[in-house]
């Protein structure tokens, strides 16, 4: 057997339990015997909630014996990156200065509604401190490891949450994207990620980075379990200042529907540079597979990331600033450095930076008229090894950190939905971005639901464990 | 603009909001709002209207 045929599907799952082939509790301890015996190697989790997942999961076993419907995902193990509320748990966020809070007193909104589908909660996951990371390193509690080659980086900033599923410990996981944080992780550890429109799905009771750019969302190894949690955990919540009113838009049911009415195409431009050939390569095989020829030129998306950059830095020091002047010695060094200088960013600078989002988000809607997909590459880049400081990309050579963000970076920078879809090249994979309009989740899962029956995406099992 | 303009902005900066910076910091911080300002500018430089609202409470 291998590592990952020992997991089956959160779909699976959920039927297997509802009717009775399997118990909650059975599910349960297999996915913590997983976590045991191969976490070692993996570092994705920073807490495991052995005792809160079996007490959970006893209730639903109880519930399904006494004939009640305990949800879509009954059953269904899943663990969030550790800047989620976890009650009786301290939100470290990636970070060191925070395990001196309070511990939780509540569950995140999006934890309470995937356990109100049924599913349970086994542990919080590694994180680059703060999200302040594309790496998925953290020099307090270790770097996530990729579960194709556990040399490499998962990608960051919800590291653990690519490594754990990707290493088919948990069919689900919880992360965070303000500037690539799911697609990247998706990306480099061969895994399905959905970052959904900015407001779409609620962040209460989660540690910001960044709010205007902050977005929660699911990963998955299959598309109908990425849409299975999707559809769990939409709608309002007055506890999210962002989280839409709009009510309720369900994808699982529409997964099958025909796409060869959409009109797609590729992202041209900024989303045709700075490729090492395996993201080249990907992305035609994505476009092969769906018959895509057309280009479409993005403009300004350069700027689009610059601006994005701005508004980070700044925003994150803004959040920061307190704890910058009473424990900068408990920071990461690089992360701590980033922070100051985004302190020191003109005001006006800023300013311009959201006047720029707001004309782009216009250039954006207009292309929208006439597509209803953008195909882009995810990352540059297979992952990189752990540590790794350059790469040499058109002969130029670059730092890696800022620049693995490069592709995701002009798309969260205005809210777009997001599917990182999985090509599983050897001997790494690598993603790639399906880019739908606003609130246009469906789409974007629709289509990538159709490449996975077609064969030409698919989360492959871990090559490493 | 001159490293020493930088290295005294970041001072006086660090002063204003009370944000202790060690001299082993000062490098990567001036590194990094080097890389910073570059990006700003590159936004910065690009016409806008007017009247352009900024997307401070964005709804997409």
């Known amino acids: 057997m291998t590592a990952a045929s020992a997991t089956p599907s959160a779909s699976e799952i959920a039927k297997a339990v509802t009717s009775g082939k399997l118990t909650a509790l059975e599910v349960t301890e297999t996915a913590l015997a997983r976590i045991e015996r191969y976490d070692g ?18 209730e639903i076993d109880s519930a399904i014996a006494a004939g009640r419907n305990v949800g879509p995902l009954a059953g269904v193990p899943f663990a969030v990156k550790n800047l989620f509320d976890v009650k009786g748990l301290t939100t470290r966020a990636g970070s060191r200065i925070n395990r001196d809070l309070p511990k939780a007193t509540r569950d995140a909104t999006l934890i309470e509604r995937l356990e109100a589908a049924g599913a349970v909660l086994v542990g919080a996951l590694n994180m680059g401190e703060y999200a302040y990371d594309f790496t998925g390193e953290n ?25 754990a599923v990707g290493g088919a410990l948990v069919p689900i996981a919880l992360g965070s994207d303000t500037n690539g944080s799911i697609r990247v992780p998706s990306s480099f550890c061969g895994i399905f990620g959905l970052k959904p429109t900015y407001g779409r799905l609620s962040r209460a009771r989660s540690f910001p980075f ?46 099958a529907q025909n796409i060869g009415s959409l009109r797609i195409a590729l992202a041209g431009g900024w989303f ?94 207009e292309i929208f008229r006439s597509v209803d997909l953008l195909i882009a590459p995810a990352t540059p880049c ?40 999985p090509v599983p090249l050897e001997p790494m994979p690598i993603g790639v971005q399906l880019i739908a309009p606003p609130w246009r989740e469906d789409i974007a899962l629709r289509v990538a639901y159709t490449l996975e029956r077609m064969g030409a995406v698919s989360a492959p099992p871990p090559r490493g464990l | 603009m001159s490293a020493e303009l930088i290295d005294d902005y970041i001072a006086s900066v660090a002063a204003l909001l009370g944000l202790p910076i060690e001299d082993a910091w000062k490098p990567a911080v001036r590194a990094n709002l080097e890389v910073s300002l570059r990006m700003a500018r590159l936004v910065e430089e690009f016409p806008l209207p007017d009247e352009t609202e900024p997307a401070g409470v964005f709804i997409a």
């Open chain 1, 41 to 58: 190697i993996l570092n994705s989790f920073t807490d495991v909630t052995a005792e809160r997942a079996r007490t959970r999961a006893r």
């Open chain 1, 139 to 163: 020099v307090h509690d270790g770097p996530s490891r990729n579960p194709h080659d556990p040399s490499r980086m998962t990608g960051g900033s919800s590291g653990g949450s690519g490594s």
């Open chain 1, 210 to 255: 960044v709010a205007s750019l902050d977005h929660l969302g699911p990963f998955a190894r299959s598309v109908r379990d990425l849409a299975l949690a999707y559809d769990a955990m939409q709608g309002p919540d007055a506890d999210d200042a962002a989280c839409t009113t709009r009510a309720v838009e369900p994808a699982a049911p529409r997964l």
């Open chain 1, 272 to 365: 045709q540079k700075n490729l090492f050939p395996e993201a080249a390569e990907a992305v035609a095989h994505v476009a092969k597979a769906l018959g895509v020829t057309k280009v479409v030129d993005v403009p300004e998306a350069e700027r689009a990331r610059a601006a994005a950059f701005v508004i980070t830095t700044t925003e994150g020091a803004s959040l920061h600033l307190d704890r910058l002047r009473k424990r900068p010695n408990d920071f990461e060094p690089a992360i701590r450095d980033r922070l100051i200088s985004g302190a020191m960013i003109p005001a006006p600078l800023v300013d311009r930076a959201q006047k720029f989002r707001r004309w782009y988000r216009a250039q954006l809607l």
């Open chain 1, 382 to 421: 297979v992952a990189p090894k752990l540590g790794q400081v350059n790469f040499v990309l058109d002969g130029v050579e670059m730092p890696v950190r800022p620049n693995i963000g490069v592709h995701t970076q002009p798309i969260s920078f205005i809210g777009l939905p997001v599917v990182a879809v």
